[in-house]
């Protein structure tokens, strides 16, 4: 069997951990499988962290490839059914014969790459699907997020783009309701993939380490509104220091973004700059991969989690999180985890807010422990699901 994997995110910790944990259940559902995955980085010395025979192939690529290959499919599709692109650049020629030699395409966890968030380059993602359509592949959409869809001319394309789907799943429920919305379909919800990972051990809440850890970002909805990024930054602040300062913890920034292009190193560092002065943090190398990043949230005693899959590695440690929800797939995830409670929308938290959460998971830390031990087993039950559906084809949109 051949399979291709097309949407993978880019230079980013959390996406890495969901294509880790869907590639080796994949590895372990199709032993002998041949797996070909499409990546999307800037930064192409940046490999995605695929096992060995992998066979890696990117999808940034110049604009005369991308027309090439646009144009190959149009060919296809509206001129001559048996078309095929033999000549041209390397890498065309070698995305094209994936398509061509596999048997399933499968899109990757992630997201929402579906949706009006990331509306600007939807089109490429809704490509790579129509490029599996025209080569009349069964294909499945792998647990991602996805929605909202209130863009009027982009939804006829959305309705047909995910009938082609032989099988659906999405990682969390607003985005099931935002697809039901859509398509009238309802769809199954399982887990992200990142849950597919083997169980950590939980460390009890009173062997825990001193250390809050954090992720903060730049908000992509406030670029034009500048006020309102500084006024979440100054909360943030506000609250770890409070909480630095009277529990004597240390604060240890996680880097999200990574490579050459994309990285968020830097104003993490500029944000712990701004903390108080007794404050001791610091912001963990640009190299620590996944493996290390959940390493130290599962010994540390909380997490104030803005970033999407630092709430996931946090559930899946069974660490108490307060999550920042910049987009639905956070609220959506803290539900499935029973912690609707501890999930502050990011447009509407202030310091006092954060920390009122923050000092009750102090508080409370064994039993928000204890309640998240059985969550993530739920979820990563559910996420195993997804696999399954693999060859049932079932919940198709």
């Known amino acids: 069997m051949h399979i291709l994997i097309i949407n993978q995110h880019g230079e980013n910790r959390g996406d890495e951990a969901a294509m880790q944990g869907m590639l080796g259940a994949v590895a372990r559902k199709y032993p ?34 991308a027309f090439l290959l646009a144009g190959a499919a149009c060919l ?30 499968i899109s990757a966890p992630g997201g929402p790459y579906f949706g009006d968030l990331y509306v600007n380059h939807e089109f490429v993602h809704v490509f790579l699907v129509w490029l599996g359509r025209i080569h009349k592949k069964r ?40 697809l039901k919305g859509l398509t009238g379909a ?28 954090a992720t903060v970002l730049k908000h992509r909805a406030w ?16 609250a770890l220091n409070h909480l630095a300062l009277r529990h004597d913890l240390e604060v240890v920034f996680l880097p999200q973004l ?25 912001v963990m190398p640009r190299a620590a991969d996944v493996a290390a990043q959940r390493k130290l949230i599962g010994e540390a005693c909380m997490s104030l989690a803005t970033r999407y899959h630092h709430q996931v590695f946090s559930i899946g440690a069974a660490t108490p999180v307060v999550a920042l ?38 508080r409370n830390g064994q039993r928000v422990s204890r309640s998240l031990m059985f969550s993530r087993v739920a979820l990563r039950r559910r ?15």
């Not at 996420?383 to 949109?397: K, N």
Request: with cysteine; net charge positive.
């Open 139 to 178: 294909m499945f959409l792998f647990a991602p997020s996805c929605g909202p869809f209130g863009n009027r001319l982009m939804n006829p394309i959305r309705r047909r783009m995910f009938g082609w789907f032989s099988g659906v799943c999405l990682r969390e429920p607003v985005s099931a309701q935002y």
């Open 383 to 397: 996420a195993l699901h997804s696999v399954r559906m693999l060859s049932t084809g079932e919940a198709s949109a």
């Open 186 to 213: 309802a769809v199954e919800v399982t887990a992200d993939s990142a849950f597919l990972a083997p169980l950590q051990a939980v460390i009890e809440p009173a062997a825990r380490k001193k250390v809050v850890t």
């Open 76 to 105: 296809r599709a509206w001129v001559y059914r048996g078309f095929a692109l033999t000549r041209g650049p390397r890498v065309a020629k070698a995305i094209w014969a994936a398509y061509t030699q596999c048997d399933m395409v």
């Open 223 to 238: 670029q034009r509104e500048p006020e309102r990024q500084r006024a979440y930054e100054a909360s943030v602040i506000n």
């Open 258 to 282: 990574c490579g050459k292009v994309h990285s968020d190193f830097d104003y993490l560092t500029d944000v712990g700059s701004r903390l108080d002065t007794q404050v001791r943090w610091r």
């Open 325 to 362: 929800c910049y987009e639905h797939k956070s609220t959506g995830l803290m539900q499935e985890a029973g912690m609707s409670q501890l999930a502050l929308p990011i447009g509407d938290v202030n310091a006092q807010k954060i920390v009122d959460a923050c000092e009750y998971v102090l």
């Open 32 to 65: 002998s499988a041949q797996v070909t995955l499409l990546y999307q980085h800037k930064d192409r010395s940046h490999l995605p962290p695929a096992p060995s025979g992998v066979t890696c192939l990117p999808i940034v690529m110049p604009l005369f490839d």
